[in-house]
């Protein structure tokens, strides 16, 4: 017997079909996040990852339904949401809702440029309509979770999003909505083992779920049902995945846009990461320290904090595990005043300059109780004449309260360009919006 959905999860879908007008903010929120997360997403598209899962899923299908970040080559448009969602997280460079710990800009902004694409292009503002609801909605789900996280968000979370803002670009009716949800969490996977053990999975998860949320849709359109208590009944999301207090989100659901409290990433490392590398970037402009006079350091923070960035360096690092872990990330920013994704090679991470001290650096948890807690964090500096910085953080750079810099945005965006390469359409990095809405 079918049971109607709990009144949180209409809400939810309510707000994903509601006709949304953006505010002037909010509509410029959600250009300048799509734009940050193309151009990274350009950025790792030629990395030696992406290049390596292209050369397999050229094998998943025939059809040319949708673009590859950054190139001419097309696929079908679930294996272009697959390699696009991948190649935006694979350097670990894109943004993310802190409060929610979700990176939905990922997952909604490859499902919903491969539908687009399968459209044959899309409206401007349809489009970012759509981005907005969806990270919403998956910033939502994530705001809501009442413990650490089980499994990873990113991908649990933004499946929902990516799969209700694609039902919505796609022009769904309202009956569909509870299918789409229930077939998008139904095809929900994400395990924080990968995060663990700084596997590649990470954005392999990310890349499942952009393709699975265009799947759900798909599926729904054609007559297949999905279970309506998706995220509150008794197999649900909320008692499998994490324990969820969907009233934390729709109780304020459409008053407070989601998208505008994402945070930009100026590093293309773990997002715990960056509050300490901010303060030494702040260091180094300011004389403070120098590569030569840094003899160790210690990072006292909360337990997400040293739980996703707190692993030792080693020796055989693979690229996934020095992106993610911050005694290595430390050194790499006092020698070079900033992060290169090309560091992350079998040379630069066996570099010696940089193992000798990063051996000595280290991430110590605090008594903070709040699992879902980035800050505040204590970072102490020992250097060579015997004497210490203490520095608290209590922002991570890029966050609403700690904005970039136009000159740190500007050097993001330029390294992005380079690193993409001149076959890139320009499009990604002069104009977002036509590139994601009106395919050549």
């Avoid at 598209?45 to 050229?58: G, H």
Wanted: aromatic residues 6%; hydrophobic residues 45%; proline residues 6%.
């Amino acid at each position: 017997m079918n049971r109607a959905p709990y009144l949180a999860t209409t809400a939810i879908l309510d707000f994903a079909f509601a006709g949304h007008v953006l505010p002037v903010s909010v509509r410029a929120d959600a250009l300048h996040f799509l734009s940050d997360t193309l151009a990274v997403g350009a950025a790792g598209a030629v990395s030696s990852e992406a290049k390596q899962l292209l050369c397999t899923i050229r094998g998943w299908g025939a059809a040319k339904e949708a673009r590859i970040i950054g190139c001419e080559e097309r696929l079908p448009a679930s294996s272009a949401a697959f390699i696009n969602g991948f190649a935006i997280h694979c350097l670990e460079w894109d943004a993310v809702h802190e409060p929610a710990v979700v990176h939905a800009l990922s997952v909604v902004s490859a499902a919903l440029l491969a539908a687009s694409d399968r459209m044959g292009g899309s409206d401007q503002d349809a489009f970012l309509n759509a981005l907005a609801v969806g990270v919403d909605i998956a910033s939502g789900i994530g705001l809501s979770a009442t413990g650490p996280m089980r499994f990873f968000r990113p991908a649990t979370a933004g499946i929902i999003g990516a799969a209700l803002a694609v039902a919505r670009l796609q022009g769904l009716e309202r009956s569909k909505y509870g299918d789409v949800l229930g077939l998008a969490y139904s095809f929900t996977s994400g395990t924080m083992q990968a995060h663990v053990e700084a596997s590649i999975a990470l954005p392999l998860q990310i890349a499942n779920a952009a393709r699975s949320a265009l799947n759900a849709v798909d599926l729904a359109i054609v007559g297949m049902d999905g279970p309506h208590d998706a995220l509150e009944g008794p197999f649900g999301y909320s008692a499998l995945i994490e324990p969820l207090d969907l009233t934390r989100y729709t109780g304020k659901i459409g008053q407070v846009w989601q998208i505008g409290r994402v945070s930009i990433k100026p590093f293309p490392s773990g997002r715990a990461s960056h509050g300490a590398l901010g303060a030494i970037s702040n260091l180094l402009a300011d004389g403070g320290v120098d590569a030569a006079s840094v003899t160790g350091a210690t990072l006292h923070a909360p337990p997400l904090i040293q739980r996703l960035v707190g692993r030792p360096y080693k020796q055989d690092m693979t690229p996934a595990y020095a992106r993610l872990c911050f005694p290595f990330l430390l050194p790499l920013m006092l020698r070079d005043g900033h992060i290169d994704p090309r560091c992350f090679d079998v040379a630069g991470m066996a570099d010696p300059a940089l193992s000798s001290l990063a051996e000595k650096v280290e991430v110590v948890l605090d008594d903070n109780p709040d699992s879902n807690a980035l800050g505040p964090q204590r970072l102490t500096v020992n250097l060579s004449d015997g004497s210490r910085i203490e520095h608290v953080i209590n922002e991570n750079l890029g966050s609403p309260a700690a904005p970039m810099l136009d000159t740190q945005s500007a050097d993001k965006y330029e390294l992005c360009r380079v690193l993409a390469g001149h076959a890139c359409d320009r499009r990604i990095f002069d104009d977002p919006l036509s590139y994601t809405t009106e395919p050549l």
